[in-house]
C-alpha cells in the first residue's frame, strides 16, 4: 500500500520533469500565482524567482501587476513596495531596467542592499513625477551605489531631464566605475546645452579604458571633441550611437572620427529630422569597407528626405556599405507623392548580399516601396531572414508575384509587412498554401493595413492563424 502511494504521488510530483521543465512551465504563471505558489516548496521558490536574472521595472510591470493583483498603484510608497519585494526575492537579478516610474533614493538602496549580482542597470527616466514631487536623489546615495558596484558594473544607462543630476551621474559613473564598457547618459534635446559643458579637449582620456560601447549628443560646436574621442577610443570601440542636432554643414569631424574606429561592430545615426539628408552622404564613406571592415550593424534615424532621395540613399549604401549584416533605415518624407516614380527596388542594394535583416520605416504615407521592391528580392538579397517594411504599396494585381518572392528566400524566418490601403489582404489559407507552406523556414508572418474605414487590423499568420485590431 505505501510503495503505490509513493508511486502514485510520485507521478502526480512536478519532479518527474526536473527542474529545467518546470522551470519553463512555471514562468507562464501569471504574477499573483507566482506570489501565492511561493509558498508551495523551497524547490519552486528557487525555480521562480531565485533564477530570475533580468527586471524590467516599468508601467508595464505596474499594469500587470495591478491587474494580477487587483491592486491600484497610485502612490510612490506602493510602487517602491512592490520593486522591494520584487527584489528580496529575486537575489540574482543581473540586469534591472527602471523605467517610466518616479525616480527615489529608495530604489538605489534597495538595488544596493538586494542586487548583489547587479552587472547591467539602466535607469530610462527621471521626472518630477505626479503631486509636484521633486527629485530626491543625493550625493550619498549616489555614491553608495556606484562604490558597490564599482568593479562589476559593466553597463550603465540614464536618460533624465535634470540637467545636475546628469552631470553628477556622468561623472561619478567615469570615476568610480572602472570596468564600465557601456556608457549612455544622452538625455534629452534640452540637454545639449548642458553636453556643452561636459565635452572638452581632456574629458575623453578620463572615460574608463574598457568602454567599447558608447552614446552621444554631438552638435556644431562639439564635433571637433569627437576627434578626440575617436584618436583615444577608435580602436577599442565597438558599439556607437550618435545623435546629430542641428547641423549646418557637413560633419567633416565626424567623417575623421568615424574612419579611425576599424574595430566598430555596430553603428547608430540619428538626425532628428532637422539636418539635410546630403550632409549624411559622407558618412557612409567613412564606415566603408576600407575604414570599418568589421562593421555589422548600420542603423539610421531621423531621415528628413525628398522622396528622390531615397533612391540616391540606396545606391551609396550599395557602394561602401555592402558589407554589413543588419541594416535599418528610418525616413520621413517632407511632401506627399502619390506617384510610382522612384520606387526604390531591391536590386539597387544587390551588393549587400551578405544582409541577414532589413527594416525600412517611411513615415509618411507614400508609395515609395512597391511592387518592384520585392520583384526577385530572392536573388538581390538571398541571405535575409528578418524583413520589415513600414509603409509597403502592394497592389491587388501584384500580391502574387511578390509572395512568391519572398517565398523563395530560403532563410526568412520572420516576415512584418505594413501596408498602404491600396493593398488588397490575401487570406489566411493563401498565405499559408504560397508562403509558409513553401518555405518552411517562415516562423512568423505579419501582415498590417487600414481598412476603408482606416481602422488599423493586424493579421498574423504562422503558428498564430489568428487575426486581431490594434485599439
Not at 579604458?209 to 569627437?226: C, D, G, Q, Y
Not at 557612409?284 to 550593424?297: F, V, W
Request: hydrophobic share 40%; proline share 3%.
Amino acid at each position: 500500500m505505501s510503495t503505490t502511494t509513493t508511486t502514485t504521488t510520485a507521478k502526480d510530483s512536478f519532479d518527474r520533469f526536473g527542474d529545467d521543465l518546470t522551470e519553463l512551465l512555471l514562468r507562464y504563471l501569471s504574477n499573483n500565482d507566482r506570489l501565492r505558489l511561493d509558498c508551495v516548496s523551497k524547490q519552486w521558490q528557487s525555480l521562480i524567482f531565485i533564477r530570475q536574472t533580468h527586471l524590467r521595472f516599468d508601467d508595464k510591470l505596474l499594469k500587470s501587476w495591478s491587474k494580477d493583483l487587483d491592486i491600484n498603484f497610485k502612490t510612490v510608497n506602493q510602487i517602491v513596495k512592490l520593486f522591494e519585494s520584487i527584489v528580496r526575492k529575486c537575489p540574482n537579478l543581473t540586469s534591472v531596467i527602471i523605467s517610466d516610474v518616479y525616480l527615489m533614493n529608495s530604489y538605489l538602496d534597495l538595488l544596493v542592499q538586494h542586487c548583489r549580482q547587479l552587472r547591467h542597470l539602466c535607469l530610462l527616466s527621471e521626472t518630477s513625477g505626479s503631486g509636484g514631487h521633486q527629485r530626491t536623489l543625493n550625493d550619498n546615495t549616489i555614491d553608495r551605489l556606484f562604490l558597490t558596484f564599482a568593479d562589476q558594473l559593466l553597463t550603465f544607462k540614464f536618460d533624465g531631464h535634470d540637467y545636475d543630476l546628469n552631470r553628477q551621474l556622468f561623472y561619478k559613473a567615469i570615476d568610480l566605475l572602472p570596468n564600465l564598457q557601456t556608457l549612455d547618459i544622452t538625455a534629452n534635446r534640452k540637454t545639449i546645452l548642458y553636453l556643452n559643458l561636459i565635452f572638452t579637449d581632456d574629458f575623453c582620456y578620463v572615460l574608463p579604458k574598457t568602454l567599447n560601447s558608447f552614446a552621444v549628443r554631438l552638435n556644431n560646436h562639439l564635433m571637433p571633441w569627437f576627434v578626440l574621442f575617436a584618436e583615444t577610443y577608435g580602436q577599442q570601440m565597438l558599439e556607437l550611437n550618435i545623435t546629430i542636432d542641428k547641423i549646418s554643414s557637413p560633419p567633416d569631424e565626424l567623417v575623421t572620427g568615424l574612419a579611425q574606429m576599424s574595430q566598430l561592430r555596430q553603428l547608430t545615426i540619428d538626425l532628428i529630422y532637422n539636418a539635410s539628408c546630403e550632409l549624411f552622404l559622407p558618412i557612409l564613406s567613412a564606415i566603408g569597407h576600407h575604414n570599418c571592415p568589421q562593421l555589422q550593424g548600420l542603423h539610421l534615424k531621423g531621415l528628413n528626405c525628398q522622396k528622390t532621395f531615397v533612391p540616391q540613399l540606396f545606391a551609396e549604401l550599395n557602394k561602401h556599405v555592402s558589407h554589413v549584416r543588419q541594416l535599418s533605415i528610418m525616413c520621413s518624407l517632407v511632401s506627399y507623392d502619390s506617384t510610382i516614380d522612384n520606387q526604390v527596388i531591391s536590386a539597387a542594394l544587390n551588393s549587400m548580399n551578405r544582409l541577414t535583416d532589413l527594416s525600412i520605416n517611411v513615415l509618411f504615407r507614400c508609395p515609395l516601396i512597391g511592387d518592384q521592391f520585392f520583384r526577385d528580392i530572392h536573388q538581390h538579397l538571398p541571405q535575409l531572414k528578418r524583413l520589415r517594411v513600414d509603409r509597403a504599396a502592394i497592389t491587388a494585381t501584384t500580391k502574387a508575384g511578390t509572395i512568391q518572392s519572398l517565398a523563395q528566400l530560403a532563410n526568412l524566418t520572420d516576415l512584418y509587412l505594413h501596408c498602404e490601403p491600396i493593398f488588397i489582404m490575401p487570406s489566411p489559407d493563401y498565405i499559408d498554401n504560397h508562403l509558409i507552406g513553401v518555405n518552411t523556414s517562415v516562423r512568423h508572418v505579419c501582415i498590417k493595413y487600414s481598412d476603408s474605414d482606416h481602422r488599423p487590423q493586424t493579421y498574423l499568420y504562422g503558428r498564430y492563424r489568428s487575426m486581431i485590431s490594434d485599439n
